[in-house]
C-alpha cells in the first residue's frame, strides 16, 4: 500500500506567522513535488526534488521554500504567511516508472 | 496551447448515464494518470496508463499513444461520483496537469 501523508488537512493562521506544512511518503521515491491550487483552478507545480539535497522552484512563483534532508521527507515552509498565500497545498511522490502518488492536501487560510 | 487539454470542462448528467471525459497531450510521455479530486480537495489516483485499457469497478480508461489521446469512462453514474476528474501527463521529470473535468451527477 502506497503511502504518502500531508499534515495539517487544515490550517487556519494569522498574518505574519511561520508554517510548515509537513509532506512525508514511506515508499523511498526520489522525486517529490509540492503543487499549489487556488479553488476551482489548475494545479501548478511549486517546488520539487530528484532526491536528497536537491530542490528546485517550479513554473509559478512562489514565496515558500522546501527542503530535502531526508529522502521521505520534504516540508514546505512560508516564512511569513500572508493572506495572499491562502490556498491548498499539495504533495506528491513517483517512482522511476512515473506512478505518481498524492497526499491528501493542506488547505491554508491566512488571515 | 496547453500541453494537456480536457473535454469537457463541466459535465452534468443523470444517474445510470455512461460518462466519457477526454484528455490530449502534445508532449511525450511516460505514463498517463487520470485522478479525482473531491470537494474536499484530496486527490485519489484512479488510473496510470501507459498503453491500452484498464478498468476498476465501473471505471475505465483507455489510451492512444500514437493519437496522444487518452479516455475516461464511467459507467453506470452514480451522485457519488460527481467529482473533479483531472487528467495528468508524465514524462521524464514532470507531471503536466490538465485542467480538470468538473463532473455532477444528478439523482
Known amino acids: 500500500e502506497a503511502d504518502i501523508y500531508q499534515t495539517p488537512r487544515y490550517l487556519v493562521i494569522g498574518t505574519g506567522k511561520k508554517i510548515t506544512l509537513e509532506c512525508s511518503q514511506t515508499?523511498?521515491?526520489?522525486?517529490m513535488y509540492w503543487y499549489q491550487q487556488d479553488p476551482g483552478m489548475e494545479l501548478h507545480l511549486i517546488h520539487y526534488?530528484?532526491?536528497?539535497?536537491?530542490?528546485e522552484k517550479g513554473d509559478l512563483s512562489s514565496e515558500s521554500t522546501v527542503s530535502r534532508i531526508r529522502t521521505e521527507h520534504f516540508p514546505l515552509t512560508l516564512e511569513s504567511a500572508r493572506p495572499s498565500h491562502t490556498s491548498q497545498y499539495l504533495c506528491?511522490?513517483?517512482?522511476?516508472?512515473?506512478?505518481?502518488?498524492f497526499g491528501q492536501g493542506t488547505r491554508l487560510t491566512v488571515v | 496551447k496547453n500541453e494537456v487539454e480536457q473535454s469537457p470542462q463541466n459535465l452534468t448528467a443523470q444517474e445510470g448515464e455512461f460518462i466519457t471525459i477526454n484528455c490530449s497531450y502534445s508532449?511525450?510521455?511516460?505514463?498517463l494518470h487520470w485522478l479525482q479530486q473531491h470537494p474536499g480537495g484530496g486527490i485519489v489516483s484512479l488510473f496510470m496508463?501507459?498503453?491500452?485499457?484498464k478498468k476498476h469497478g465501473r471505471l475505465i480508461a483507455t489510451i492512444n499513444i500514437q493519437e496522444k489521446h487518452s479516455s475516461l469512462h464511467i459507467t453506470a453514474s452514480h451522485p457519488r461520483d460527481s467529482a473533479v476528474y483531472i487528467c495528468?501527463?508524465?514524462?521524464?521529470?514532470?507531471?503536466?496537469w490538465g485542467a480538470g473535468t468538473k463532473l455532477i451527477i444528478k439523482p
Open positions: 506528491a511522490s513517483r517512482t522511476e516508472e512515473a506512478e505518481a502518488f
Open positions: 515508499m523511498g521515491h526520489d522525486k
Open positions: 526534488s530528484y532526491g536528497v539535497n536537491s530542490t
Open positions: 508532449v511525450g510521455i511516460s505514463a
Open positions: 496508463l501507459s498503453s491500452g485499457k
Open positions: 495528468a501527463v508524465g514524462s521524464n521529470y514532470q507531471l503536466i
